[in-house]
C-alpha cells in the first residue's frame, strides 16, 4: 500500500509509529481517539499501512499499542481493541488503554481485558496517563502522555511520500535502464534499431538520485521528521534502520548509479553514433554543394571589366558568391570543431573514418577558399588598374587643357610658377602611367595564371580578350601621354622666351630707373668745381667715367628693348610691344646728355678759372716787377664772373622743364669759393700794381740824378 493512495487518511492521524520503543525494544503503535466518532475502515487502513513499514526482525519483537481513550467513548475503545486482534494479534505484545481519570470504574467492571488475553492473544491494561510510564521510559513517549519524544506527523508523511516516491520512481528507473542496457549489448542490427526507438527513461536519473541522497542524508543524520529535539526532549527520528529501510536506500542508490553510469556510456555511444553520421551527412552536404552550386558560380565569372563601374558591379557579384560560400565555410569550420573533438577522444573504430571524413572536406574547402581568393584578387588589381588608368586620363585631359589654353601671364614670376606647375602636371602624368603599367602587369601575369583556376573550362578566349583590353589601355595611354609630351616641350619654349621677354622688359626698365637715379646723383651730388686746378681735374675725371657709367647704361637698355622686339615678334605676340619704356629710356638719356654737358661746361671753366688764378697766386711779391701780363687778371676776372654766373643758371631740359644742381645753400657754396679765390687775385693785381708804381716813381728819380 503506497502512502499517497490514503493521504488523507493519513493526515487524520487516527494511527502513528512515533519512534519510541518499550523495554523490549518492541515499536510502540499509538491510537489516539477523539470525540468524534472514528471510521473503523480508516483507522484499519491506516494500521495496515503502518504495520508494512517496520521489518520482519523489527515486527518480531512484537509492538506496545497504546490507545488513547481519554477523549473517546469506552465502546469505540473495546472496538478499537477487539480491532486489534483481527488486524495485528501475532505482533501486539501488550496493549496500554489510556482511560480518563474516574470516568470508566464501573464500565470496567462489566468487561475484564485480562480474563480475555487467552481469547485476544496479547494483553490489554487500563492505565492512567501519568502512569503509562511504569511500562514505557518517558523519553519513547510524545508529549501528550508527559514524554520528551518529538514527535511531528506531518513532517514525517512528507517524508514518507519522499521515500515512496524515490523508492517508486528508482525501481521503474531501474528496471528501464536494465533493458535499455541489456538492448545495448546486442547486435549491431539492434542496437540500430535500439537507437532509431531513441528509449528514454521515464524519470530523470539525475533527480532521483539527488531526491535518493537527500533521502540517504536524512536517515543518516537521524533527522527524518525534520525536527531538532525541541522542548527540551530528545530528538529520535521515527524512520530509522528498522522503519525505513535504510540499506534499501542504499541497495537501490548503489543499483542506480551502476545502471545510470552503464546507461550515459549507452548514451554516450549513441551520441557519438548519431554525432557521426550527422557529420557525415553535413560533410557532404557542405562537398556537394561546392563542387556543385558553389563551383558553376565561378565557372560564369571571367572577366573583370572595362572601367571602374563595371569592376565594382563584378566585385559586387563576386561579394554575393562569397557570402554564399561564407555560409558554407562557417558549416565546414563547426564539422571541423566536431571531428577534432571526435579525434581527440582516441576511439579507434571511428579514427580512420573521421580522418578520411575531415581530409575529404578540407581538400574541397581549401580548393574552392583558393579559387575565391584569386578571383578576389584578379577582380582587386582590375579595380585598381581601372582606378589608375581613369586617374591618369583625368590628369591627361587636365594637362592639355592647360596647354591648349592661351598663355596670358602677367610677369614672368607667373610664368614660372605656370612652368613649374606644367612640369609638376608632367611629373605626375609619368608617375600615374609607371603606377599604370605596373598594375597592368600585375594584372597580365595574373591572367596567365587563372588557366590553373579555370574550373574545367576553356578561358583562353576570354583570357585574350582581357589581355587585349589591358594592353590597349596601356598603349593608349602612353600615346596620349607623348603627344602632351611633345606639346609640353613647345609649350616650355614658349614660356621661356616669355621668361626672356618678361626678363628684358624688367632689366630695360630697371636700366631706366638706373640712369633715372645716375641723371639724380648728378644734380644733386655732382656740385664741387674744386677749390684748385688739380682738384679739378680730377673731377673731370670722375665725371666722364661717371658719364661712361651712364652711356653704358642706356646701350644697355636700347640692346634690351631691341631684344623684346626680336621677341615679341618670335612668340607672334602682337599685342606686346616696349611700351613707354624706350621713351622714357630717350627721355631720361636726353636729360642725361644736357646735364652731364653743362656739368663738363662748368668744370671746363672752373678749370680755366682755376689754372689762371692758380698762375697768379703762385708768384712771389718779390717778383711783382716782373710780371708785365695784365691780362691774365683780366681772364681771371673774366672767367670767374662768367663762372659765377653760370652758376645762376638751371639746365633746360629738351622738354622745357628746369633743374637746378644741387640746392641753393650748394650753390652758394660754391659761388663764395670762387669769390674767394676772385678776391685773392684781386689783391695781388693791387700790390702788383702798386709795385708798378713804386718801380715807375723809382725810375723818375733815377733820371734827375743822371742828368
Not at 27 to 43: D, G, K, V
Not at 85 to 110: G, M, R, Y
Not at 173 to 185: G, Y
Not at 534 to 556: I, M, P, R
Request: aromatic fraction near 6%; glycine fraction near 6%; include cysteine.
Amino acid at each position: 500500500m503506497e502512502a499517497s493512495k490514503i493521504l488523507s487518511v493519513l493526515k487524520k492521524k487516527l494511527a502513528f509509529l512515533s519512534g519510541g520503543k518499550d523495554r523490549r525494544s518492541g515499536l510502540i503503535l499509538t491510537i489516539p481517539l477523539c470525540t468524534e466518532q472514528t471510521s473503523m475502515e480508516e483507522l484499519s487502513a491506516t494500521l495496515d499501512y503502518l504495520l508494512g513499514i517496520p521489518s520482519e526482525k523489527c515486527k518480531a519483537r512484537g509492538f506496545t499499542v497504546i490507545v488513547d481513550g481519554r477523549k473517546s467513548q469506552w465502546n469505540i475503545v473495546k472496538t478499537v481493541v477487539l480491532m486489534l486482534q483481527n488486524v495485528i494479534p501475532a505482533e501486539v505484545s501488550l496493549v496500554c488503554v489510556v482511560k480518563p481519570d474516574e470516568f470508566w470504574d464501573k464500565k470496567v467492571t462489566h468487561f475484564c481485558f485480562w480474563k480475555e488475553k487467552d481469547r485476544l492473544g496479547f494483553e490489554v491494561i487500563l492505565v492512567s496517563a501519568n502512569k503509562l510510564t511504569r511500562y514505557i521510559e518517558p523519553c519513547q513517549l510524545t508529549d501528550e502522555f508527559g514524554g520528551s519524544l518529538v514527535y511531528d506527523h506531518l513532517d514525517w508523511l512528507n517524508k514518507r511520500l519522499v521515500f515512496e516516491k524515490f523508492t517508486k520512481e528508482s525501481t521503474s528507473l531501474l528496471d528501464e535502464l536494465t533493458v535499455i542496457n541489456e538492448n545495448e549489448k546486442g547486435s549491431q542490427a539492434e542496437k540500430e534499431r535500439s537507437s532509431e526507438s531513441n528509449i528514454l527513461p521515464s524519470f530523470d536519473p539525475e533527480t532521483v538520485l539527488q531526491t535518493g541522497h537527500e533521502l540517504l542524508s536524512e536517515l543518516q543524520q537521524r533527522r527524518f521528521n525534520g525536527s531538532e529535539g525541541g522542548g527540551g526532549g530528545t530528538a529520535w527520528s521515527p524512520m530509522d534502520d528498522e522503519l525505513l529501510a535504510q540499506p534499501q536506500v542504499m541497495k537501490l542508490l548503489d543499483s542506480l548509479r551502476e545502471q545510470y553510469t552503464k546507461y550515459q556510456e549507452v548514451c554516450r555511444q549513441r551520441s557519438k553514433r548519431s554525432q557521426l553520421e550527422e557529420i557525415q551527412t553535413k560533410v557532404m552536404q557542405v562537398v556537394n554543394w561546392l563542387e556543385g552550386p558553389g563551383t558553376e558560380q565561378l565557372r560564369t565569372q571571367w572577366g573583370i571589366g572595362d572601367s571602374i563601374r563595371a569592376s565594382q558591379a563584378l566585385q559586387q557579384k563576386h561579394e554575393e558568391i562569397e557570402s554564399q560560400h561564407s555560409e558554407w565555410f562557417a558549416v565546414y569550420v563547426e564539422l571541423n570543431q566536431q571531428i577534432a573533438a571526435l579525434l581527440s577522444a582516441g576511439d579507434e573504430e571511428d579514427l580512420m573514418e573521421l580522418k578520411g571524413l575531415q581530409q575529404q572536406l578540407s581538400d574541397v574547402c581549401y580548393r574552392q577558399a583558393s579559387q575565391l581568393e584569386f578571383r578576389q584578387n584578379v577582380l582587386q588589381s582590375a579595380h585598381e588598374f581601372h582606378m589608375t588608368a581613369q586617374d591618369l586620363s583625368q590628369q591627361l585631359d587636365g594637362l592639355l587643357g592647360m596647354l591648349c589654353a592661351d598663355v596670358a601671364p602677367a610677369d614672368g614670376a607667373a610664368i614660372q610658377q605656370t612652368l613649374k606647375h606644367l612640369e609638376e602636371k608632367l611629373k605626375s602624368v609619368e608617375g600615374a602611367l609607371q603606377s599604370l603599367r605596373e598594375k597592368g602587369q600585375v594584372l597580365l601575369d595574373q591572367m596567365s595564371t587563372q588557366t590553373s583556376f579555370s574550373y574545367g573550362k576553356d578561358v583562353g578566349i576570354e583570357n585574350k580578350e582581357n589581355i587585349d583590353h589591358i594592353q590597349s589601355v596601356m598603349e593608349d595611354m602612353q600615346l596620349r601621354k607623348q603627344r602632351c609630351e611633345d606639346m609640353v616641350d613647345v609649350r616650355r619654349l614658349k614660356m621661356l622666351q616669355m621668361v626672356q621677354l618678361f626678363k628684358c622688359e624688367e632689366d630695360a626698365s630697371q636700366a631706366v630707373e638706373w640712369l633715372g637715379e645716375l641723371l639724380d646723383a648728378l644734380l644733386k651730388t655732382h656740385i664741387r668745381l674744386g677749390d684748385d686746378s688739380q682738384e679739378t681735374k680730377v673731377l673731370l675725371e670722375k665725371h666722364k667715367k661717371f658719364v661712361d657709367v651712364a652711356q653704358s647704361t642706356y646701350d644697355y637698355g636700347r640692346q634690351l628693348l631691341q631684344a623684346t622686339v626680336v621677341l615679341c615678334q618670335s612668340l607672334r605676340c602682337t599685342t606686346r610691344s616696349s611700351g613707354d619704356t624706350l621713351p622714357r629710356l630717350n627721355r631720361v638719356w636726353k636729360q642725361f646728355t644736357v646735364t652731364s654737358d653743362e656739368r663738363q661746361h662748368r668744370l671746363e671753366m672752373a678749370n680755366a678759372f682755376h689754372t689762371a688764378a692758380d698762375k697768379i697766386l703762385r708768384e712771389s711779391p718779390e717778383l711783382a716787377e716782373l710780371m708785365v701780363d695784365v691780362d691774365a687778371y683780366e681772364e681771371v676776372e673774366t672767367v670767374g664772373k662768367g663762372l659765377l654766373d653760370r652758376l645762376t643758371v638751371p639746365v633746360i631740359f629738351p622738354d622745357g622743364s628746369e633743374q637746378f644742381f644741387g640746392s641753393p645753400g650748394d650753390m652758394a657754396s660754391s659761388a663764395e669759393s670762387i669769390r674767394e679765390r676772385m678776391k685773392l687775385v684781386e689783391e695781388k693785381r693791387f700790390l702788383h700794381e702798386e709795385a708798378e708804381q713804386r718801380l715807375d716813381e723809382e725810375a723818375l728819380e733815377a733820371g734827375p740824378r743822371e742828368s
